[in-house]
């Protein structure tokens, strides 16, 4: 199901013919350096993963991480939206792109829209956690006109992140 479009892509929900699609972008350098390494080996553990998470966050939130695919062909190259993590009081803007699409306006694009959804779904407050050393995020969430606020640690194991707001 579509959930926004830009001039240039299009926001879906993830579904499990997503799976071989998961299956790379978490297994690329970029997502494991930047956002962590969620053990996702396999085509099952793809399905688990967008099953327990992007799936059960649209069931309980009406919200969760989309699909991001290019509008011309439909060619997955990331995804983006919006999460309700239990570490956080507010929702927390997510995204994460195939290395090859880094650089070109895909992220701010599909972010805007994630914000924008947000919004018409009625959240006043949505937020973004970046790891210290990411610094390509932090310049986009500052595009998006999005300040530090502080430095936090979500759980005793995970590095300290930087939260925006």
């Not at 959930?3 to 929900?13: C, E, F, G, K, W």
């Not at 998961?22 to 970029?30: A, H, K, Y």
Request: net charge negative; charged share 20%.
């Amino acid at each position: 199901m579509q959930v926004a479009q830009t001039p240039r892509l299009i926001l879906r929900q993830l579904t499990e013919d997503d799976a071989s699609f998961i299956l790379v972008l978490l297994n690329t350098q970029g997502f494991i350096d930047n956002i962590g390494d969620k053990g996702v080996r396999s085509l099952v553990d793809a399905r688990e993963y967008i099953a327990s998470g992007p799936v059960k966050s649209y069931q309980e939130h009406g919200f969760g991480l989309f699909a991001v695919v290019l509008a011309d062909n439909g060619f997955p190259i990331g995804m983006c939206g919006l999460i309700k993590r239990p570490t956080l009081d507010n929702v927390d803007l997510g995204y994460a792109f195939l290395p090859q699409y880094w650089g070109q306006g895909y992220a701010f694009e599909a972010a805007k829209a994630s914000l924008e959804l947000g919004k018409s779904l009625g959240i006043e407050r949505i937020v973004a956690i970046v790891s210290s050393h990411n610094d390509a995020s932090k310049s986009l969430l500052n595009k998006l006109g999005m300040q530090f606020e502080t430095t936090l640690q979500l759980t005793p194991d995970d590095e300290p992140v930087e939260l925006f707001s």
